[in-house]
C-alpha cells in the first residue's frame, strides 16, 4: 500500500535532494535531511504515534518543539537506546530506530485501551485508593503497574557513549536564540562584552524561522537571518551554541546547559556536554509556549496546536493534513488560517470563541473567503485512530453551556489555539517570582533574585518588533552592567500583523449539558482531565502543590509546559477564586529531561575517584600484596605466598615482626610541620597532655578531642627544635586535623606565633619493627649511634639510611623495638628495597595493614575511628593517663567534665575472649547481657576490632561496652546470625602489658 | 654529601610510565617537570626584615598581589596566602635556598616531594582545563604570571600561567598526580595530546 | 552554586570553600566556670534564622583563609564579606549582629573576662 505523502511541493529549510530512512515501530520510512522525526512522521502521514500514559488514548503529534506531551519515543536500541524522547526533538538521521512507547503490543492494537473504557473507574488518585491494600502489597501491585504504564525502557547494559562538562564563564548568557535573543547578543557583543547565546533548536532563529508573514528591514524574516548571525559569528568573544538547552539557572549567575551533539558529528564527540556557566548577566530570551482549549475529545490524532501546523507547513514543508479546521481564542491562530490557505490547504472552518473577532487579521481571512465562525466552540470530535470530525455549536452568553443546533465538519486535522504561556521556567527557577497578567491570561516575570532580564515572548511581548526591541535594550545594558561601552545600532523594521486582544474560555462546555468533564483534556502527557482537577477541589485537594501531585497534572517529562495554565484555570473556577488566588507550583530543573550521564561526565571508570599510593607501591605489587582502601589511599593489606590464605599470610607477618623483624610502609601517616614561637602553647591547647617541657629530639603521643571531649585524632609529635615540631596525624585524618589546627588559629588564637604545613606526602615512611630491627637498621645507617642509651625509645635522630638522608624516630604502633624511617618521596622505593635486601638474612618479612592492626590490638592501641566512632571519650577508652589535670585549659577539657559524660554505665572499651578459642567474633557484633530467641536484646555495647592472634594463638577482641571495666572476668553474649558467641571480659591488653618490649 | 644522589629517584609519573610521543599537531603537551625543588615560605610581607631575606636569597620580593607569582632566574615564587609562599626552583637548588632562608630566621619548609608539577601546554590547553576547573581561564581575567589554587576534576591543583602558548604549570600533591596525568590525558583525547618526556 | 567572594582571592565557587557555622561564637577564656548550660549554650545551640544570618567560611581549596560573611538564607544573597574578628559594616549586617549575636558575644566576652 503506497502511502499518502503530505510533502508540500515547496517551503521549508529541509533539503530535498538529501533523502534519509529511517524506521519507526519496525516500519522503514523515508524522510528528508533537515526533518525533524515528527515532520518525517506527518510527511509520511503517520498521525498515530503514542498510546497515552493512564487511558492508552490513540494520540499523535501535538507540538513542534520542546513542549510535544504525546509524541515521546525509544531512540535507538541495544546500550545506546534513549527513552522518552520528543519525537519534536530528534533530528533525522539515516539509520534512526525509534519506537513508540507505552503500548502493548502493538501501537494499532493496544490492549491497554481498555483502561480507555474503564477510565470512570480510573479517577484522579486511583492508584493510591486502589493499590493501598492489603497492606504491604504495593511492592506486588508496583511490578504489574510500572509494566502497564512505563515510559520507555532503560538501557539493559553500561552506556556506549560518553559525556563530557565543560566550565564556561561570560559577560552575557542569552537563553534563546528568537528575535528577542539574537537582537539582545547582537547588542551586547557589539559591545565587546564575552557573550554566549544559546538555544535548543539546530539553527539560530527561534520563531523567526517558522514565520513567512513576517518582513524585517524589506526582507522575508529567514533571509534577513543569515546576515545578523553572520555578524555574531565574526565576533571574538561572542559564542553561538546551537542543540543547547539551558537547563537550570541557579544562586549567582550559575546556569547549567546541555549541549546536544550534530547528527553529523560522529561518536568520537561526548553524546552531551554538560556546560556550567558563570554569568555576570543572564537574558532569558525563552520565549513562550502555545496552549491548547480544553473541551470534549481534545486528544485525537489530528488535534494540534496551530502555531506547530504552520511551523511544520513553513519550516519543514509538510502538511499536517489536507482539510484543517482552526479552533481558537485570538488572532495568532488566523496566521495558521492564512498559511494554510497559501500553501493551498483546505480551512473548512475557523471557530472562534470570541463574539465578535475583529482586526486586520480576522479581516484578511475573511477576505480569503474562509468561514469564521464567531461565538462558537468545538463540543465535541469523531475518529479513533485519526481526527474525522468536529461538531460546532453557539457559546451561550456566559460561555457555560451551548445554544443552537450543533453542527459537524469534516476535517483530518484541528489547529487549536488557547493563547501563550510564557516560558518562565529559568526565571522562576533562579527564584523569581510571578505575577499574573489578565490580558494576556498567562503568568509573567515580576522580581528576581539573579541578574537576570526576562525579554520577548518570555516577558509576554508577542510582536517580533517588540521582541527586537527589548531584546536590543536588554542586551545593551546587560553588556554596560558587566563594564562594557554599549555601541549603537539601529533597530530593524518590521512589517507584521497587529493582533487584537485575545479572550480566554478555560473550560469548553461538554457537548451534552451536566456531562462530567471526563474527555477534556487538561493534560495530554499525565492522562489528567477537567473531571480529575474537579475531583481533587472535591477531596479537598486545593492548594496547588496538592492538586499537582494528587491529580499529577504537570509532573513527567513535559513538566505542564502545554498544560500548568489551563489546570490553574480550571481549578480557580471549581473554587471561584481568581488565577493568582491558585498560584503556580514551583519550577524545577531540568528544564528538559536531561540524560543522567551527562552529569556523571568523565566521573567514572578510573577516573571516578583518585586512588592515592605511596613511593612503595610499585614493590608491594611486584610482589604480590593485595590491597585495602583506606579513604582514597590503596594500602598494602597482606603480602600473600602462593597458597596461603589471608590467615596463614597475616599470622606469619604477625609473627616475623614479634620474633625477627617486621617492615611497614607507613608513608600515608598525616605529617604536619610546625614552626613559631607558640608552637609548644598551641600543642599544649589542643592536645589533652602536656607539651611545654618537651625536648628537642624527644617525641610523645598525643590525643586531640573535639570541644565536646571526644576522641577526634591521635599520633605522637616530636620536637625537631625550640620552635619546631614534627606532628603526625592518622592517615584519614591528615587533612581534617589540619584543617580544625588552621581553624583554631585563625577564629580563636589568631595571636599566636605558629605557622602549619603539611609535609605528609614529602615524607616516605619505612617502620621496621621488631627485637632484629635495630641490628637490621645498624647494618644500613652508620652515622646515628642506635643503642637504646644513645637512642632512646619516643626520640628522633637524623642520619642516613643506606646512603639516604634520613629522619628516624624510635616510636611504636606495635609493641616491638621499632624505627619509622622518613625519607623524601623519591627515595622511598629506594629506601624500602634497601631494607628488603639487608633484611633478607635476618629473616626480614614486609607485613601489611591486617597485621599492623593485629600487633596493634594485642597490645591493646587504639585506632581513632575504630574503637572511637566520635562518642568516645578518653577515660571511655581508660586512657585518663594521658588528660592533664593540672592544664587549666586545653580543647575538650570542659566538654569532657559535663555530667552525663561522668557517668559509670558508658560504654568503656575493654578486652573480649570468645569462649571457643577457634571463634573469631565479626567486628560490629553487638554486645548482649542476656540473650533471647528474637530481637529485641537488651544491647550493652559492639565489638570494635577482632582477629585471630598469632602471638596469642587465639582470638582476641576489643569492644565498648557498658560499664565494662567493672565487668572484667564476666561471661557476656555476642548474638549472631547463625550462633550465640559467649565471650569473657578482659583487660584491653593482650601481649606485653608492661610495655618492656619496644622500651629495650 | 651522601651518595643518595646515586639512588633511584621516582616520581610519581614515572610509576605511570608513559611512553613520550604523540601528534606534533597535538592540541596540548603535557610532561612532569621532574624532582623540581619547592619551598613554603611564611612571614609577613611588610615585614622589612622578611622581604629583604626573601629578595637578597631568592632575587625577587614575594609578590604581596594575591593570585600572582613571579619569575626570576629560573625560580618561580606563586602567591599562596596573604603570608604565605611557595617557591619553585629547578632540582638540586632548594637545598642551598632552604639553608639561607633558615639562617635568616623565615619560617621556611621543605616540601620539595609533597607534590609534583605537570606543564601543560598548547592551543588546546584552556579547553582541557576548562572540563574540570571552575576559573575563567580567559585571557581577560588570566595571564602570564597569574597563578591560582583551585581543583582540577577531583583534585586540588595550584596553577600558574608561564606563558602564552598558552602553558600552564600544574602542581599537584604526589598522590594525586597519577590520577591528574590521567584525567589531562583523557580530557586532552578530542584534540590529540602529546607526551614529553620530564 | 554560591558564587563566594574570598577577600584574597576573589570570587569563587562555593565547592572550594568550607563552611564554618555561625559566626561571633567566641570561645570562653575560662570554660571550667561555665554551667554545663551556659557551656552548652557556646558549644552547640545556634541562632538559624530565617534571613541574615552571619557565619563563617575558609576558602579551603584556595588560600585556606578564614572569614565572616553576612547571607540572607532566604535568598542566598551574599551582603558582606568581613575579616574574623571583626563586625559587619553594612547597616543590615551590622543590625543583624545586634539583633541575635551581641547577647552571646556579651555572655562571651564577660566569660573572658571572668577568665581574666
Known amino acids: ?1000 | ?198 | 552554586m554560591l558564587l563566594i567572594d574570598c577577600p584574597w582571592c576573589g570570587p569563587r565557587d562555593d565547592a572550594e570553600f568550607h563552611y564554618g557555622g555561625e559566626a561571633h561564637t567566641l570561645r570562653p577564656a575560662d570554660p571550667s566556670a561555665l554551667s554545663d548550660e551556659e557551656f552548652a549554650e557556646y558549644l552547640f545551640l545556634q541562632q538559624n534564622p530565617r534571613g541574615l544570618h552571619l557565619e563563617r567560611w575558609c576558602h579551603s581549596d584556595g588560600c585556606r583563609r578564614w572569614f565572616n560573611m553576612v547571607r540572607d538564607t532566604a535568598t542566598n544573597r551574599i551582603l558582606e564579606i568581613y575579616p574574623m574578628g571583626e563586625l559587619p559594616r553594612s547597616r543590615a549586617g551590622l543590625a543583624a549582629w545586634r539583633d541575635n549575636w551581641r547577647r552571646n558575644s556579651a555572655a562571651e566576652l564577660n566569660a573572658r573576662n571572668r577568665g581574666g
Open chain 1, 1 to 1000: 500500500m503506497r502511502r499518502r505523502s503530505n510533502r508540500l511541493e515547496k517551503g521549508g529549510r529541509i533539503d530535498r535532494t538529501r533523502p534519509v530512512r529511517f524506521r519507526f515501530d519496525g516500519r522503514d520510512f523515508e524522510g528528508l535531511s533537515g526533518d525533524t522525526l515528527a515532520s518525517a512522521l506527518l510527511a509520511n502521514g503517520v498521525s498515530l504515534v503514542a498510546r497515552s500514559f493512564k487511558y492508552h488514548r490513540p494520540r499523535g503529534i501535538v507540538a513542534l518543539g520542546a513542549e510535544e506531551p504525546n509524541a515521546l519515543v525509544q531512540c535507538g536500541i541495544g546500550n545506546g537506546t534513549t527513552p522518552n524522547q520528543r519525537a519534536t526533538r530528534i533530528e533525522l538521521t539515516d539509520g534512526l530506530i525509534a519506537a513508540s512507547q507505552n503500548r502493548w503490543p502493538l501501537l494499532r492494537a493496544d490492549i491497554g485501551a481498555i483502561n480507555s473504557l474503564l477510565s470512570p473507574l480510573l479517577p484522579a488518585g486511583f492508584y493510591y485508593k486502589t493499590f493501598m491494600w492489603p497492606p504491604g502489597w504495593w511492592l506486588r501491585y508496583e511490578h504489574w503497574i510500572r509494566r502497564v504504564a512505563g515510559l520507555g525502557r532503560a538501557p539493559p547494559g553500561p552506556d556506549p557513549d560518553h559525556y563530557r562538562q565543560v566550565h564556561a564563564h561570560c559577560d552575557v548568557l542569552v537563553v534563546g536564540a528568537g528575535p528577542a535573543g539574537l537582537a539582545a547578543a547582537a547588542a551586547a557583543g557589539r559591545s565587546g562584552a564575552r557573550v554566549i547565546l544559546a538555544d535548543e533548536q539546530p539553527e539560530p532563529g527561534g520563531s523567526l524561522l517558522d514565520e513567512d508573514d513576517v518582513e524585517i528591514d524589506g526582507r522575508p524574516a529567514a533571509d534577513w537571518l543569515p546576515a545578523l548571525i553572520a555578524d555574531l559569528q565574526a565576533m571574538p568573544e561572542l559564542t553561538v551554541l546551537t542543540r543547547t538547552t539551558v537547563n537550570g539557572l541557579h544562586d549567582h549567575g550559575f546556569l547549567t546547559m546541555l549541549q546536544h551533539r550534530a547528527p553529523h558529528e560522529g561518536s568520537g564527540r561526548p553524546r552531551c556536554t554538560l556546560w556550567k556557566v558563570r554569568a555576570r548577566q543572564v537574558i532569558l530570551a525563552t520565549g513562550a509556549h502555545e496552549r491548547p482549549l480544553v473541551f470534549s475529545d481534545n486528544d485525537r490524532p489530528g488535534i494540534m496546536l496551530a502555531s506547530a501546523v504552520r511551523g511544520y507547513i513553513t519550516r519543514y514543508g509538510v502538511t499536517p493534513g489536507r482539510r484543517v479546521a482552526v479552533f481558537c481564542s485570538n488572532d495568532d491562530a488566523y496566521r495558521t488560517a492564512l498559511v494554510l490557505v497559501r500553501h493551498g490547504v483546505e480551512v473548512p472552518a475557523i471557530v472562534d470563541v470570541r463574539a465578535n473577532p475583529a482586526g486586520p487579521l480576522v479581516d484578511a481571512v475573511r477576505a480569503a473567503g474562509l468561514a469564521v465562525h464567531a461565538g462558537h466552540a468545538v463540543a465535541g470530535t469523531a475518529g479513533w485512530h485519526r481526527l474525522r470530525s468536529i461538531t460546532i455549536r453557539k457559546l451561550s452568553g456566559d460561555g457555560q453551556g451551548f445554544t443552537g443546533r450543533r453542527r459537524t465538519i469534516s476535517c483530518d486535522t484541528l489547529a487549536v489555539s488557547g493563547g501563550w504561556t510564557p516560558a518562565v521556567h529559568l526565571f522562576s527557577q533562579g527564584g523569581g517570582s510571578l505575577a499574573w497578567d489578565e490580558a494576556l491570561g498567562a503568568f509573567l516575570p515580576d522580581a528576581t533574585l539573579q541578574q537576570a532580564t526576562p525579554v520577548g515572548g518570555c516577558a509576554g511581548t508577542m510582536s517580533v518588533a517588540g521582541c527586537l526591541a527589548e531584546g536590543h535594550a536588554a542586551g545593551g545594558a546587560a553588556a554596560r552592567t558587566a563594564g562594557h561601552e554599549e555601541i549603537e545600532a539601529p533597530l530593524p523594521r518590521v512589517l507584521e500583523h497587529s493582533q487584537s486582544l485575545p479572550d480566554h474560555l478555560w473550560t469548553v462546555p461538554p457537548g451534552r449539558p451536566g456531562r462530567p468533564l471526563a474527555k477534556h483534556f487538561v493534560d495530554f502527557q499525565n492522562d489528567v482531565t477537567a473531571a480529575d482537577v474537579h475531583l481533587a477541589a472535591r477531596e479537598g485537594y486545593t492548594s496547588v502543590e496538592h492538586l499537582k501531585r494528587y491529580t499529577t497534572t504537570g509532573m513527567g517529562t513535559d513538566q505542564g509546559k502545554t498544560s500548568n495554565i489551563n489546570a490553574l484555570a480550571i481549578m480557580g473556577e471549581v473554587l471561584g477564586s481568581d488565577i493568582p488566588g491558585v498560584g503556580h507550583t514551583t519550577f524545577r530543573p531540568p528544564y528538559t529531561p536531561a540524560a543522567i550521564g551527562a552529569y556523571a561526565g568523565r566521573t567514572i571508570g578510573t577516573l571516578f575517584d583518585p586512588v592515592r599510593t605511596t613511593a612503595m607501591d610499585p614493590w608491594h605489587r611486584a610482589h604480590g600484596a593485595t590491597f585495602e582502601h583506606v579513604g582514597q589511599w590503596m594500602r598494602a593489606w597482606y603480602y600473600p605466598r602462593p597458597g596461603e590464605s589471608m590467615r596463614q599470610a597475616v599470622d606469619r607477618e604477625v609473627t616475623a615482626a614479634r620474633e625477627a623483624v617486621g617492615l611497614l610502609d607507613a608513608s600515608t601517616l598525616g605529617k604536619i610541620d610546625i614552626q613559631g614561637a607558640d608552637a609548644a602553647e598551641f600543642l599544649n591547647r589542643v592536645y589533652t597532655n602536656s607539651w611545654l617541657r618537651l625536648q628537642p629530639g624527644r617525641a610523645r603521643y598525643g590525643l586531640m578531642l573535639g570541644e565536646d571531649g571526644m576522641v577526634m585524632d591521635d599520633g605522637v609529635t616530636t620536637r625537631l627544635a625550640e620552635n619546631r615540631f614534627h606532628m603526625t596525624t592518622t592517615t584519614g585524618g591528615a587533612g581534617t586535623v589540619l584543617d580544625w589546627l588552621e581553624e583554631w588559629l585563625q577564629t580563636e588564637w589568631p595571636d599566636l606565633d605558629v605557622r602549619l604545613t603539611s609535609v605528609t606526602e614529602h615524607w616516605a615512611v619505612a617502620a621496621l619493627c621488631g627485637p632484629r630491627s635495630r641490628e637490621l637498621l645498624g647494618r644500613l645507617c652508620t652515622d646515628v649511634d642506635l643503642s637504646a642509651e644513645a637512642f632512646p625509645f619516643m626520640s628522633m635522630r637524623e642520619g642516613t639510611v643506606a646512603g639516604i638522608p634520613a629522619r628516624i624516630f624510635r616510636i611504636s604502633f606495635s609493641g616491638e623495638i621499632s624505627f619509622e624511617i622518613n625519607v623524601r618521596r623519591r627515595h622511598g622505593l629506594a629506601l624500602w628495597e634497601a631494607l628488603v635486601a639487608a633484611g633478607e638474612p635476618l629473616g626480614l618479612c614486609p607485613y601489611g595493614t591486617e597485621a599492623m592492626h593485629v600487633l596493634r590490638a594485642e597490645k591493646g592501641f587504639i585506632i581513632v575511628g575504630q574503637e572511637t566512632d566520635g562518642t568516645v571519650t578518653p577515660i571511655d577508652l581508660g586512657m585518663d593517663w594521658i588528660v592533664s589535670k593540672a592544664k587549666t585549659d586545653f580543647i575538650g577539657k570542659r566538654g569532657l567534665a559535663r555530667r552525663d559524660l561522668l557517668a559509670p554505665d558508658r560504654k568503656q572499651l575493654v578486652g573480649l575472649l570468645s569462649e571457643d578459642p577457634r571463634d573469631v567474633i565479626p567486628e560490629g557484633a553487638q554486645v548482649v547481657e542476656t540473650v533471647r530467641s528474637r530481637p529485641p536484646m537488651t544491647m550493652i555495647g559492639h565489638v570494635t576490632s577482632s582477629y585471630h592472634s598469632p602471638t596469642c594463638g587465639r582470638p582476641i577482641a576489643l569492644a565498648l561496652v557498658k560499664g565494662g571495666r567493672s565487668m572484667v572476668g564476666e561471661t557476656v553474649s555476642i548474638p549472631l546470625a547463625d550462633r550465640v558467641v559467649g565471650a569473657v571480659v578482659s583487660e584491653p591488653r593482650f601481649f606485653d602489658p608492661e610495655g618492656e618490649r619496644m622500651h629495650g
Open chain 2, 1 to 198: 654529601m651522601a651518595d643518595h644522589g646515586a639512588q633511584a629517584c621516582v616520581t610519581p609519573i614515572d610509576v605511570l610510565a608513559t611512553p613520550p610521543g604523540g601528534p606534533r599537531d597535538a592540541g596540548i603537551t603535557i610532561r612532569e617537570r621532574r624532582l623540581l625543588g619547592k619551598l613554603l615560605l611564611r612571614g609577613d610581607p611588610h615585614d622589612t626584615d622578611f622581604n629583604d631575606i626573601v629578595q637578597r636569597t631568592v632575587g625577587t620580593a614575594p609578590p604581596i598581589t594575591p593570585n600572582r607569582c613571579v619569575f626570576h632566574d629560573a625560580l618561580a615564587v606563586i602567591w599562596l596566602g596573604p603570608d604565605e609562599w611557595l617557591v619553585v626552583t629547578p632540582p638540586g637548588r632548594e637545598d642551598g635556598l632552604l639553608d639561607a632562608l633558615a639562617a635568616g630566621g623565615v619560617a621556611v619548609t621543605d616540601v620539595s616531594d609533597q607534590s609534583t608539577v605537570i606543564r601543560l601546554s598548547g592551543p588546546r590547553a584552556r579547553e582541557v582545563l576548562a572540563q574540570g576547573c571552575a576559573l575563567d581561564l580567559h585571557p581577560r581575567s588570566f595571564s602570564v604570571g597569574s597563578a591560582a589554587q583551585s581543583r582540577i576534576g577531583r583534585v586540588r591543583t595550584t596553577l600558574w600561567q608561564v606563558d602564552d602558548r598558552p602553558g600552564y604549570d600544574l602542581l599537584v600533591s604526589c598522590s594525586f598526580a597519577a590520577w591528574l596525568w590521567t584525567w589531562l590525558t583523557d580530557a586532552g583525547g578530542e584534540f590529540g595530546v602529546r607526551v614529553e618526556a620530564g
